[in-house]
């Protein structure tokens, strides 16, 4: 019954070479053997790679979103206008040096003025209030001149110095920056995006956690098997391998629901924003993630998957051994 | 070979599995190790395989000192023997040619050597004709076949095996251990624990008899 004719050939020591091959043939062979462990248990993978996904998602979309916010107030920037109130007795010819002294200034672009008769009619034409307007015994509006700094002025430090020196101008009453506003909101988008940073780590640290905590578990469930390769002659990296895919591919697949969630997310608010800047007079159109954000977004999923295995595979292995 | 000096294990709780054991296996030499339930047959392959350390004393293998052998250097020590269980511990979800290549793809070896090996592995059990098959589709003493397939693919020069007929008829057995001498008369060195009496007597080998983790025969070959 049993065949003792055929001695095989003797079996060399694999050589260097053929070390590195076979080497690389075991990474592909973990590679699709951790796939396929995964596809066997569908129920836990899925669940572990959608709280991959949703952590990912949360800071992706509103880091995306704010990005939007700042495309849209950058475009906003352009009408960073300085509005020169002028006392209500200025001589015509005052305003005319007045306004030829602000054209010669090369932090200014464009000059225009308003006077006071303009100023009542687009009153009278705004405020239908005609028959106040036409009680008043003299025109309350003062003249004005709206000055557009060009684009190299538009620094917060030279609009500020400009308005200081308007402000020494003998027949200008008030000088209004038409900034503020944009200063707050951009104050606010800086606090937002600390705290989406901050949402951002801490998502990310619980990736990191889940994933570490499914390896383990796989590699709890598989206590047996390790414990016989190790008998076997395995060293703790060949153990380790198939676990750091399976960190992997979680982190793979993970990172690409992600990104289908953030494009989803877009699609569905893409309308409601697009009316929404309509309603502030401004162009806009909604940024979607480009390809090298979104290939950022589905490597550092799988930079987290293998950390997080890693994590779990360290230790753990080592401290399996057969009994 | 194998070889044992002045060896105590003391287990936790101060239980005594092995006391000042000496033994000495030559190359190529096959012996069975027989006795009662805990006279310490399992501990002595285990301090062998390096899965436990001895309390005190040394032991060498192929003249090397392994006592103190240190973590990372235990799966080459292993590549260097092959071990058979009582209960196989084959991974039941690759099938048996997956099963038996193992040994090989841990060591490294390139794929066509690793199908030559692995079928001249089969062949020598038996088994070629169930390469693809999965395990829990085989008998228990196929499954130790395998097991024993896995134990030898990579040539080991020393081949350990803890009460391998175990859960097998007489009929198996008797097979099962005419493999192992199969072996030994190619050169392997083998050691078998096995409270099987009859049977190891019948095989006209070396029979190391522990009781209370002393030997008790000392170690005269039985003729």
Redesign the interface.
Same mark, same amino acid.
């Given at each position: 019954?049993?065949?003792?004719r &055929?001695?095989?050939?003797?079996?060399?020591r694999?050589n260097r070479s053929?070390?590195l091959?076979?080497?690389l &043939?075991?990474h592909l062979?973990s590679l699709v053997f951790s796939l396929g462990k995964l596809y066997r248990q569908p129920l836990a993978t899925t669940l572990t790679i959608l709280m991959i996904a949703v952590a990912l998602a949360l800071p992706a979309c509103m880091y995306i979103l704010l990005d939007n916010l700042r495309a849209v107030t950058q475009k906003w920037d352009d009408s960073g206008q300085i509005t020169l109130f002028l006392n209500l007795e200025t001589s015509e010819n005052d305003i005319e040096k007045l306004r030829s002294r602000a054209t010669a200034l090369e932090e200014i672009e464009t000059v225009e003025y308003v006077s006071a008769e303009q100023a009542l009619d687009e009153f009278r034409a705004l405020s239908e209030l005609d028959y106040l307007i036409d009680g008043l015994a003299e025109n309350p509006l003062p003249p004005t001149l709206t000055l557009t700094p060009s684009a190299s002025a538009k620094a917060p430090d030279t609009l500020h110095r400009l308005v200081s020196d308007f402000r020494s101008y003998p027949d200008v009453e008030h000088v209004q920056l038409d900034m503020q506003w944009l200063q707050r909101l951009q104050a606010i988008s800086d606090v937002v995006q600390r705290a989406i940073t901050i949402i951002g780590i801490t998502l990310a640290i619980s990736v990191l956690l889940v994933v570490g905590n499914s390896i383990r578990l796989d590699i709890e469930n598989r206590r047996?098997?390790i414990?016989?390769?190790?008998?076997?002659?395995?060293?703790n990296r060949?153990i380790r391998r198939p676990f750091l895919y399976g960190g992997m591919w979680y982190g793979l697949l993970g990172g690409v629901i992600a990104l289908l969630l953030v494009f989803t997310v877009l699609l569905v608010i893409e309308q409601p924003a697009q009316r929404l800047v309509t309603l502030y007079n401004s162009e806009f159109e909604l940024i979607f993630p480009d390809f090298w954000q979104g290939l950022g977004l589905v490597t550092t999923s799988i930079a987290l998957g293998v950390s997080g295995s890693w994590l779990a595979v360290g230790r753990h292995i080592?401290r399996i051994?057969?009994? | 070979m194998i070889e044992l000096q002045n060896v105590t294990k003391r287990y936790p709780g101060n239980r005594e599995a092995l006391a000042q054991l000496n033994l000495v296996l030559e190359r190529g030499e096959m012996a069975f190790l027989t006795g009662p339930s805990g006279a310490g047959k399992s501990t002595l392959l285990k301090l062998v395989?390096a899965?436990e350390r001895p309390t005190h004393g040394q032991i060498f293998i192929n003249q090397r000192n392994i006592t103190h052998i240190p973590?990372?250097k235990v799966?080459?020590?292993?590549?260097y023997m092959?071990?058979v269980f009582q209960n196989h511990?084959?991974?039941y979800d690759r099938n048996v040619f997956e099963n038996v290549s193992?040994?090989l793809?841990?060591?490294?070896?390139?794929?066509a050597?690793i199908s030559?090996?692995v079928r001249?592995?089969l062949?020598?059990?038996?088994l070629l004709n169930k390469e693809h098959v999965m395990p829990i589709m085989l008998s228990g003493g196929e499954q130790q076949r395998v097991g024993i397939a896995?134990?030898v693919v990579?040539?080991p020069a020393i081949l350990l095996a803890d009460e391998p007929t175990g859960n097998l008829d007489p009929q198996l057995s008797a097979?099962i251990m005419?493999?192992f001498s199969?072996f030994n008369q190619?050169g392997v060195t083998v050691l078998v624990a096995s409270h099987d009496l009859s049977l190891i007597s019948r095989m006209r080998k070396r029979i190391v008899r522990l009781r209370g983790g002393r030997c008790t025969n000392g170690d005269r070959p039985v003729a």
């Open positions: 019954m049993l065949n003792t &055929r001695q095989p050939k003797p079996l060399i694999p053929t070390r091959y076979s080497h &043939r075991d062979r047996d098997e414990e016989v390769t190790k008998l076997i002659g395995a060293t060949f080592a051994e057969p009994s | 395989a899965i973590k990372n799966p080459n020590l292993r590549r092959g071990i511990h084959l991974l193992l040994p793809r841990i060591a490294g070896y390139a794929q050597d030559r090996r001249a592995a062949d020598k059990v038996s896995r134990a990579n040539k097979e005419q493999l199969e190619v």
